[in-house]
């Protein structure tokens, strides 16, 4: 057990799907794993494995935030043995050829975090995703013929942040989406030697002031698990 995770050893699979919400989480287990069992609810935050097409797979909340996503990636891939986590999240779009419904893979996350600043003594850490996932998720989605976008994205401290101009720069600069996790996830993973993807589904867009309907994003959540777990399926 680790503060945070009341799991026993060997109760997470090697490879975890990672959504913000821990009802999301739950939703994936009940809805795409075949015998899934919850395996920690600290803090509500809840934790499940079972078997996706015969591979064991394990899906866990990580909360808003770098802060909290980094506590919870810390501790799988440093005390569950977990190596690969793919984040399935949503996001906000700032550029006019972003639209709702679009996936998005982070291939890096530009960050106003100041986390991997504290982690790279002071220097700027490129944050990337790991290649061979980032591949795999490309490629998967190509088969499916999903409409994904690869590139930058934007993890932010603040939902409600005061500096809205920054949205501008971020779409003149070719950001895809702006979300809240993945540039503390990456570098928690290759400190700990481990691999990492955040996905996301464009789910508002920021400067058309936009969002989705709530049977779109059924569907849109759906295209973006599926494609995780095909991901999670080729890892060994
Ligand atoms: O939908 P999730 O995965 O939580 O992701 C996004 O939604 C939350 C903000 O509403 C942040 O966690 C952000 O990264
Ligand atoms: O962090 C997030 C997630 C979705 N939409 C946003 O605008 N920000």
């Known amino acids: 057990m680790t ?137 998967a989605a190509r088969k499916r013929e999903l409409n994904v976008r690869v590139g930058n994205i934007f993890s932010a401290d603040l939902f409600y942040t005061p500096d809205t101009e920054m949205f501008q720069v971020m779409a003149k600069y070719g950001v895809l989406g702006v979300e809240m996790e993945a540039a503390g996830l990456y570098s928690v993973a290759a400190e700990m030697g481990a691999k990492a993807l955040a996905i996301c589904t464009v789910t508002d867009h920021i400067l058309r002031g936009e969002a989705m309907a709530a049977a779109d994003r059924q569907t849109s959540l759906t295209d973006m698990i599926e494609l995780a777990l095909e991901c999670a399926l080729q890892e060994d």
Do not use: W
């Open 3 to 139: 503060p945070h995770i009341n799991a026993k050893a060997g109760d997470f699979a090697e490879t975890v799907l990672m959504p913000g919400d821990p009802l999301r989480a739950k939703y994936i287990a009940d809805n795409f794993l075949q015998g899934a069992r919850q395996v920690t609810d600290v803090r509500n935050m809840l934790g499940f494995t079972g078997e996706y097409q015969g591979k064991r797979i394990s899906v866990m909340g990580s909360g808003m935030g770098i802060p909290s996503a980094s506590i919870y990636a810390r501790e799988l891939m440093g005390e569950y043995g977990v190596k690969s986590i793919i984040r399935v999240g949503s996001c906000g779009a700032v550029s006019e050829d972003i639209n709702l419904r679009d996936l998005v893979v982070g291939m890096g996350a530009c960050t106003d975090s100041n986390v991997n600043r504290v982690r790279f003594k002071g220097y700027d850490y490129a944050a990337i995703a790991d290649f061979d996932l980032l591949e795999k998720a490309v490629a």
